[in-house]
Structures are given as structure tokens and as C-alpha cells.
Nanobody, 119 residues
Framework: QVQLVESGGGLVQPGGSLRLSCAASGFTFSTFAMNWYRQAPGKGRELVARILSDGGTTNYADSVKGRFTISRDNAKKTVYLQMHNLKPEDTAVYLC????????????WGQGTQVTVSS
């Protein structure tokens, strides 16, 4: 059974930090690219950060560059999103997404964790 379980969300003041985790099970984690998306109320899903399977390549949305860092631990089957200098516009549900494109596309979504940035 495939599972992606996010944790680490919560309420934080502007300028604060949070570290999100996404624990994977039920699939070969080390062969999947891992992504963090977010969805704010009334808005579409936005790609925040992506890390390829070997951890050597990362990409970020312009809105989070220099503030967020994605990383992964293939031994622990976990991907992380370290967020610094959080802003109210970062408020959203953050979702973990795994994708692999081999002979076919395989992808899985987590349920999400709420991040609220407010004073």
C-alpha cells in the first residue's frame, strides 16, 4: 500500500521557520522524483520545489528561492522542505508528490499538511 504522510505544518509568525517532512512507503522511493506542492484557499495547486531521485538536482518556484530548501534521505524514504523567512502568502496546504517516468508514469500524492503564516 502506497503512503505519503506529511508532517511538520502549523501556525508560525511572519519571518519564522518550519520544516516539513514527507515519509514514504509502499514504493521504491529512491527511484522517484519528489515534489512539494502547495494549494492556498481558492487557488490552484502550485509547484514549490522538486528534487530528482539522486538528490543532485533541485528546482524551486521563484517565490520561494533563497528561502526554502528541499532535500531527501533515500535511506529513510523521506523528503523534507525547510522553510525560512515565511510570509503570509506562504499560507497553504503543502502536499508531497512522487513521480517516476519509466515505461509509464507512476505518481502518488500525500494528504497534505497545513501551513499558516500569521501574526
Amino acid at each position: 500500500q502506497v503512503q505519503l504522510v506529511e508532517s511538520g505544518g502549523g501556525l508560525v509568525q511572519p519571518g519564522g521557520s518550519l520544516r516539513l517532512s514527507c515519509a514514504a512507503s509502499g514504493f521504491t522511493f529512491s527511484t522517484f522524483a519528489m515534489n512539494w506542492y502547495r494549494q492556498a484557499p481558492g487557488k490552484g495547486r502550485e509547484l514549490v520545489a522538486r528534487i530528482l531521485s539522486d538528490g543532485g538536482t533541485t528546482n524551486y518556484a521563484d517565490s520561494v528561492k533563497g528561502r526554502f530548501t528541499i532535500s531527501r534521505d533515500n535511506a529513510k524514504k523521506t523528503v523534507y522542505l525547510q522553510m525560512h523567512n515565511l510570509k503570509p502568502e506562504d499560507t497553504a496546504v503543502y502536499l508531497c508528490y512522487a513521480q517516476r517516468r519509466w515505461t509509464r508514469v507512476e505518481d502518488y500524492w500525500g494528504q497534505g499538511t497545513q501551513v499558516t503564516v500569521s501574526s
